[in-house]
């Protein structure tokens, strides 16, 4: 049977603030356990929660980054439970009136086409601390210095079909946080995590199957391979027989598959109530406006601006736009090219698929921008042709040449586009050739790529096709 | 006269003139805690801070420096965080607890030049109306000691009244400062909501609680609110309002004020002699001047099932960090991570903490939620527009305190809804976020009795005006309680 795979990733944004949500101790990465949690984190009796206003503005400029409505009023609620981390027994979160709703992102699938992923909504909320339970013997040690740290978290609708697609979802955010410049997106530090949900459900069908959610996934290898291991465990199930039960999953990297963490029919009910602590805070027009106007162009924008002054397509310009990174280094490459039209289409379709077959970023990228857009405008200048200009590509990719222009001249690769030195080679081939050019003169056109193609051999392709084309159809009329 | 029989106005004139000095009158005060004990009224009393804070008052007194209320010996309800001294909130939970901060309270109240006496025994995280709660055991009524003193604020209001503090801070969530108050024949105010910072007092219901003074007049009351009140960075529910100088306005005259009786509080459940004793109270005002009428607040009997879901509700959220992990109480030898919550939680919590908390975490549990706690929110909304709608007839608001005088230690123990009936007339107050105070107003079998009064938002100065000029003409509130001796 063949199944189709959903998916939905919640992604837990840290927000680069320097003090936690809820009260003035730093969120500084890696300080000894518990110097960074003061009275509120530690949930001293008497403590209050103030919000530090310096998440409104990172939260509104990702909603705007998604194009999705902010709310009037952000307001937040307590989600009750117990657990040694957890100091106040309760988080305190947004339930009933998230900052951001809705909103969708167009990601780049490795095909070069996009993808809309819906968002359902972001909403603020405070990290626990960790419990620590391998340093100590028959006890857990808890540190608290993450607990109180701001996050953003970014729930998507199911709208993945596959591990790739979530994955290149998860890597857009990844972006798009790091674009604005509300996170710093170190996955290692745990500035970004992800929850799949996963479900899968025969081939044709809508309705949705029982899912699973495996929880706190943070690197993109893991994230891959986690939804895999789940799919495959699902399939496993359903085809024996069995039912998905409905439950909260690990991933262990070690082991490479998913364990049951706690089944949800047995969760308990978190009791949400409206924090009392904290009033609703009105979110203005005018705030909105400013966050926009301090905002980097975003990619949608990006990609309309790209249509209309480079005269690219608009499925071009949205491929360039998605990656900001990529997004740069076409408009550094059309500095030196001028040709916005060549450039586009060799980003996108020559250097898109070198990247995504080695697996670099364009930011991993050694070869610059000014050398690509001067081995491009080789190719407009008519210096050599586009043939050449993909073998250079490869030399520059492998690093074997350094400079376009030198390596074109060392190697003698400057397209022959002079008749002079043209016209005798391509009598001597006509010449060598009696018995086809014979058959061409008898109407058998078909053989003018067998000349051209002589003539592209003896010179090492280094020939203009075009004019050897035209020089051999009249040599032989 | 003797020390602790004089206001607090009254004791920051002897101290100028040099009549005794705040040493002298810590250590009257330090004696007549000791002498008193058996009231219960202080779960820790601060011989050596007391003293020493008294000595750098008159210190400071000497040097020429002002202090707002140098010298002063006060209380601080045991709800208080208090900086490197037990903090109890009157649980075994927290009989360990040593608070590593002072409450914002504490703060201003110590800046002002108050010396420090102790910290005052309460119902268990002020749940309770009797002081019956308490882990410490109850507190005893300075006027009849087989009576209660009313609670939550039971300690404070009782070491007021005996003359073992000047004042006393106390909270009030549905009553706690002014239902003790009245019981115990002193003045109690508590403030519109976010008025006080409430950071550092150990929250019960978070959206309810309220700090305030205990005091002996109306005029001390507000010189204690003026140092108290005050927008707070720490605390986001504060008002960024500025505090009016509330001893201003107490002279004003009551020519022309217009008083509004609430009809439904004296329609049932009143007892006949308090009510006699509000219709007194009633009649002074008369003679100051307030044209008296009467107006409707259509759902204030909703006020009880309104707040005793929503204030569990809070509770239950704002009690779990009480979990035995990180301070207070821990059971012995727990034998996994669920054990020592349920066995921590269950040894360090009384019972009336922990019927509330069941009762909070079952109105916010799923399927009840709507019928429950949003229900409730729903009729706060209304209450607060029944107050709106009559605060543009009338500029304050009077009604009893107290359905009746204190209570036999024990008497409702066993009854709680008759218990939580003793808060009917001063919920409406908290659900609504309203200022309102309690003055003594007369005795029904002699006990204290006291009147109400409430006031528009932010409008303290305004009822303290009415109390002041009440206490003006009638003397109640210099009564002292027979049980513990006047000149003692």
Redesign the interface.
Known sequence: MAWETVIGLEIHVQLNTKSKIFSGASTEFGAEPNTQACAVDLGLPGVLPVVNAEVYPKAVAFGLGVGASISKISAFDRKNYFYPDLPKGYQITQMDKPIVLGGSVDIPLADGTLKQVNITRAHLEEDAGKSLHEEFQQSTGIDLNRAGTPLLEIVSEPDMRSAKEAVAYAKYIHQLVTYLGVSDGNMAEGSLRCDANVSIRPSGTTEMGTRTETKNVNSFRFLERAINFEVQRQQQVLESGGRIVQETRLFDPDRDETRPMRSKETAMDYRYFPEPDLLPVKIDEAFIAEVKNSMPELPREKAARFANQYQLTQADAQVLAADPDLANYFEDTVQHCHDAKTTGNWVRVELLARLNRDDIHITDLALSAEQFGILLSRISDKTISGKIAKDILDALWQGEAQSVDEYIEKNDLKQVSDSGSLAPLIEKIIADNPKQAEQYRQGKTKLLGFFVGQVMKETAGKANPQQVNELVRTKLS | MTMHERSIVQQLDDLHSGKYSAVELTRHYLDRIQRHEALNCYITVLEEKALAGANAADSARAEGQNHLLGGIPIAHKDI??TEGIK?S?GSKM?DS?I???D?TVVAKLAAAGVVTLGKTNMDEFAMGSSNETSFYGPVRNPWDTTRVPGGSSGGSAAAVAAGLCSAATGTDTGGSIRQPSAHCGITGLKPTYGRIS??????F???LDQAGPMARTAEDAALLLQVMSGSD?????SLDEPVPDYRADLTRSLEGLRIGLCEDFFATGLEADSEQVIQEAITVFEQLGAKISRVALPHIAQSIPAYYVIAP??A??N?????G???GYRCENPSN?EDL?SRSRSEGFGEEVKRRIMIG?FT???GY?DAY?RKAQQIRRLIKIDFQTAFEQVDILLGPTSPQPAFKQGEKTDDQVAMYLQDIYTIAGNLAGLPAMSIPAGFSSKLPVGVQLIGNYMQEGRILNAAHQFQQQTDWHLRSPGAVGAGD
């Open positions: 208080f965080c903090t909130a927290l607890f608070a590593p901060y409450a409430r950071w550092g007092m150990i929250a219901a978070s959206s960075s720490l605390d986001s529910t509700a809070e239950s959220a009690l779990s960090r009480f979990d992990i990180r301070f991570l919550y975490a916010l549990s799923t939620y706690y």
